[in-house]
């Protein structure tokens, strides 16, 4: 891949801050390139370093050693930032507080005030009427806060957990917007979460976070091929049915929740109809059998286990 | 240039659109009239015809000594002191140094849109309570034009109280975002202009203190003086006693510190440097703002 196909380039970047317990170490040397258009979600538990990265990667807050190079001249200029925090103007209106950080954006005052009203209306703001932000409630000012980060058509979009405050239908438009915004649009975006589930849909990368490191940084498709298959089986006597398994089959990694097994191997497709055989013929009654792929978030849950 | 007038003009838009800013001019204009009541009426009960306009003058001036002190700076202070701090701790900066905004441009910003809300108000506090005095006393005891001048006076000496209490509050708006704090320090600086002249004015240290160091109201109080005796109006009438009954802690002050000199030779304008105090004065906030601009540089938003 040639160089300038990356948005952001991260080398060796650590973040260190001193508390009262000694020195604590929020980004531990951690190494990333991001490819412009693409959506990358960074994931992983509270602390693990998302938010403190994001924060160097937007300039809040300066990097205690490590490099980040950007591929545009005047980051400023083409990034939109919606922080972690609903942090807005209480005391404005909507519309008057869009337009106001659209024009510091360098969007002259008409233009501001025309796409701050088209946003105002794509969100759906319009109930809530054009009063002070400090009466919205956090979905309405979440929304607020993703407007403002979208007023001047930025290039590079980083999002803090966007999708916290907001109910299933907002989650749904914001990253339907994210997907037209990277594939019609060429945006690069950066969205952090603690889940995976909402973001499987739409992101191209994966950067899995955990006390301050990088556990794992892969495209998702890659992700998706490696995946092991499961088979989920239901019965009344799921522990003798393991046993069986076991022992006639030869895999260990057998999981029981409640009445149901559940089987996990690369090769569970050609498994499958050897297993249900020999579980049908020891006679346990079987209420049902699944293939079921699994989910990205089981993937993240075994490395942040690991 | 554009970013810094983008940002004065939100900040003049904001205060202004605060109730409690005509709360405070309603009650400045109430407050000094008052004060300027209380004069006349002292006056007027001890029959002392000949000494009406000297000593109606003494009062006005009190009344705008009111204006433009105390609660002149704990006001300017209350609104400048959490200026940036506010923006760091509640996170709203995050948005604006995000955007292609330099963080001078933002200080800069701040301090251009306070100052322009606190001179307006000024403005129109000191010029309507002159005009409402000049309407209810000015036709008896003829100080009309003197109360014009004068009322120009204290708005030139406020005006630069007020850039240097902004730069001073700006700076501890950077450095401490604990408003408390801030409060407390800008409460000492208050005591340190206004207060603490009163309680040691009668020792011969602070005697010595303040002809070596002639301070803020001193100026002040001089150049206003010196206003209304250009036109013609006699200020040696002065009565302390009757000052005292009337005004409070403001007497022993000023009057000890303007009234005996003027009594002595008047003060004249040239006299009282009041350029190079003005440069003096511009410096130190130029140094405050420098020092809020690298603090403000340097922070990291969390």
Redesign the interface.
Request: glycine residues 4%; positive net charge; without cysteine.
């Given at each position: 891949m040639e160089e300038n196909e990356h948005a952001i380039t991260v080398e060796n970047l650590t973040k260190r801050y001193k508390t009262k317990r000694g020195i604590f170490t929020a980004v531990d040397n951690i190494n990333f390139k991001i490819r412009k258009g693409k959506i990358y979600g960074l994931i992983g538990p509270n602390g693990a370093g998302k938010t403190t990265t994001i924060?160097m990667l937007?300039?809040?807050?300066?990097p205690t050693s490590g490099k980040i190079s950007y591929c545009y001249k005047?980051l400023?200029?083409i990034?939109g930032?919606v922080?972690e925090?609903p942090?807005?103007?209480n005391?404005?209106r909507p519309i008057e507080y869009l337009t106001?950080?659209g024009?510091?954006?360098?969007i002259d005052k008409g233009e501001a005030t025309k796409i701050a009203k088209h946003y105002f209306e794509l969100f759906n703001l319009k109930e809530s009427g054009n009063k002070k932000l400090a009466t919205f409630s956090s979905g309405m000012k979440q929304k607020v806060l993703i407007a403002?980060a979208l007023m001047h058509n930025p290039k590079l979009l980083i999002l803090d957990e966007p999708t916290t405050a907001l109910d299933p239908s907002g989650q749904a438009q914001l990253l339907e917007i994210l997907k037209y915004l990277s594939t019609e649009k060429n945006v690069t975006i950066l969205i952090s979460s603690h889940h995976m589930e909402e973001l499987e849909r739409i992101i191209d990368y994966v950067l899995i976070f955990d006390k301050g490191k990088i556990i794992l940084d892969s495209e998702i498709e890659e992700l998706r091929k490696k995946t092991a298959e499961q088979l989920e089986i239901e019965t009344t006597n799921p522990d003798k049915v393991a046993e069986i398994i076991r022992k006639k089959i030869k895999i260990n990694n057998i999981v029981i929740i409640k009445n149901k097994i559940i089987v996990s191997s690369n090769k569970i497709s050609d498994l499958r109809k050897e297993i249900v055989k020999i579980v049908v013929e020891s006679g346990e009654e079987v209420i049902s059998v699944h293939t079921v792929k699994k989910s990205l978030w089981s993937i993240v849950m075994e490395k942040l286990e690991k | 240039m554009k970013n810094v007038l983008l940002i004065a003009e939100q900040v003049f838009l904001e205060k202004f659109s605060i109730k409690k800013t005509f709360v405070y001019i309603f009650f400045m204009i109430l407050s000094s009239l008052l004060a300027f009541k209380l004069g006349v009426g002292t006056v007027n009960s001890n029959s002392f015809v000949d000494k009406f306009a000297g000593l109606v003058s003494n009062y006005f001036i009190i009344g705008l000594f009111w204006i433009a002190g105390i609660p002149f700076i704990i006001y300017i202070g209350s609104i400048t002191i959490s200026a940036i701090a506010k923006e760091i701790n509640d996170g709203t900066a995050m948005l604006i140094f995000t955007r292609p905004i330099m963080r001078r441009e933002f200080l800069l910003g701040k301090l251009s849109g306070i100052l322009a809300y606190t001179t307006t108000i000024n403005l129109v506090i000191i010029y309507i309570f002159a005009s409402m005095a000049a309407i209810l006393y000015g036709s008896d005891i003829t100080i009309t034009n003197g109360i014009y001048r004068a009322a120009t006076s204290i708005f030139i000496y406020s005006f630069l109280l007020t850039i240097f209490i902004l730069s001073f509050s700006l700076f501890l708006s950077a450095y401490i975002t604990k408003n408390i704090v801030n409060m407390t320090i800008l409460f000492v600086l208050i005591l340190m202009i206004f207060v603490m002249p009163i309680v040691l004015t009668n020792t011969p240290k602070m005697n010595n203190y303040q002809e070596k160091l002639p301070d803020f109201a001193f100026i002040f109080g001089s150049t206003a003086i010196e206003s209304l005796n250009v036109m013609g109006l006699d200020l040696i009438y002065y009565n302390k006693d009757l000052m005292a009954s009337s005004i409070g802690v403001y007497k022993k002050y000023y009057t000890d510190i303007y009234i005996p000199q003027y009594v002595k030779e008047p003060i004249r304008i040239n006299e009282i440097k009041l350029l190079p105090l003005t440069i003096i004065i511009l410096i130190i906030s130029l140094i405050l703002l420098f020092l809020s601009y690298i603090k403000l540089n340097s922070l990291e938003i969390q």
């Open positions: 924060k937007v300039k809040l807050v300066k005047e400023n200029k990034l930032y922080p925090k942090v807005l103007y005391e404005m106001y950080l024009k510091l954006s360098g403002q | -």
